[in-house]
């Protein structure tokens, strides 16, 4: 049992270059999320899913899209990369009524 | 969603009991308090959760007055490896992810344990 997997750990990028986060979740759970981390931001909610097919915009969805074709896998993808989308970005997802499941986070690098 | 306020850092030493407050003074009749924790280079996770009174695990303990406004975890006898950011949130855990259930996580209380 795996959890949440986010893929890849690590990546930089160029300005300009276009990307797509994996968030792949083992645990049958209906709703997944995209959040980013800045230091000293906290955790800011980009985009959400309630259920395959489903997605909604969260507190920063600028710049960002996203899909949800099945439903353990949540996609964010980045159209062209601005040095402003440098962040950790983190995936979670949850059954209803309980805590979110977090996976270990994306660190990306835009230059 | 109702907005929380916690401190932005404490400092405690090794086999004390740490206390960290939330306030949620606009909390609503569904909502329920829940608390992560988050290492460095990890993401949260999830300690704790209550809707009043008291609640306790194995990690930790959680005291919910009978207003709710206001929360507060508890760590017993806390060592070097619980140093780190503390979330508290409130939401309707029970509509995560519609729009009245997204969790939003402020900058959290930083918790530094010292030997």
């Known amino acids: 049992n795996a959890g949440v997997t986010q893929t890849p750990k690590f990546r930089v990028l160029k300005t300009g270059q276009s990307m797509t986060l994996l968030c792949a979740q083992d645990?049958?759970?209906?709703?997944m999320y995209w959040y980013r981390q800045d230091p000293g931001m906290g955790l800011r909610l980009i985009h959400y899913?309630?259920?395959?097919?489903?997605?909604a915009k969260g507190e920063v969805p600028d710049g960002y899209n996203v899909s949800r074709l099945k439903k353990q896998n949540f996609l964010l993808g980045l159209e062209s990369a601005a040095p402003s989308q440098t962040s950790v970005y983190f995936c979670?997802?949850?059954?209803?009524?309980?805590?979110?499941?977090f996976g270990s986070g994306t660190r990306l690098t835009v230059v | 969603l109702a907005k929380t306020t916690q401190p932005i850092s404490m400092d405690s030493y090794e086999g004390q009991e740490v206390n960290i407050t939330c306030s949620h003074n606009n909390i609503a009749t569904n909502d329920y308090i829940t608390w992560y924790q988050q290492f460095p280079s990890q993401g949260p996770r999830f300690i704790i959760q209550?809707?009043?009174t008291k609640v306790t695990n194995e990690v930790a303990s959680l005291f919910i007055p009978a207003d709710r406004k206001s929360s507060t975890l508890s760590l017993p006898r806390v060592s070097l490896s619980d140093t780190a950011v503390y979330y508290c949130l409130v939401g309707d855990s029970l509509n995560y992810g519609g729009s009245q259930g997204n969790l939003i996580f402020g900058k959290g209380t930083k918790l530094s344990v010292k030997p």
């Open positions: 899913s309630v259920g395959e097919g489903t997605t």
């Open positions: 645990m049958n759970h209906e709703y």
């Open positions: 209550g809707y009043k």
């Open positions: 979670a997802s949850t059954p209803p009524g309980v805590g979110y499941t």
